[in-house]
C-alpha cells in the first residue's frame, strides 16, 4: 500500500491551496484518512482527519478554514486550505488507516512542503 500526496507549494498570505493524497496498492478497506503537518523544530501535529463515512474533525488553529473531504471510490482524500496564514508553512503527511489482506495498518505519504510567505 502506498499513499501520495500532491497539491503543496508556495502562496501568499491569504491564498488558497488544495492538497491531495491517493492511496493506492493491495486495498480492502480504508477507514480514517488525514492530514498531519510538521514545521522545523516542532513536534507532528494533527490538522484533520475523517472517518469513511464522512466525520470530520479539525485543529483548532484550522477550523473554519480548511475543509477535509474523501472520495471513498477513489482511494483519496483532500485538504482544502483556504486563508493561510505564514504559521501554516509546514510539511503535510498524509495517512490512512488501510485493511490490506486481513490486517490493518496506518501508512504514511512522503510529506508536501507548504509554504505560506510574501
Known sequence: VQLQASGGGLVQPGGSLRLSCAASGSIRSIGVMGWYRQAPGKQRDLVAHITSPGSTDYADS?????????????????????????????????????????????????????????
Open 62 to 118: 484550522v477550523k473554519g478554514r480548511f475543509t477535509i473531504s474523501r472520495d471513498n471510490a477513489k482511494n483519496t482524500v483532500y485538504l482544502q486550505m483556504n486563508s493561510l496564514k505564514p504559521e501554516d508553512t509546514a510539511v503535510y503527511l498524509c495517512y490512512g488507516n488501510v485493511k490490506s489482506r486481513d490486517r490493518w495498518q496506518d501508512y504514511w505519504g512522503p510529506g508536501t512542503q507548504v509554504t505560506v510567505s510574501s
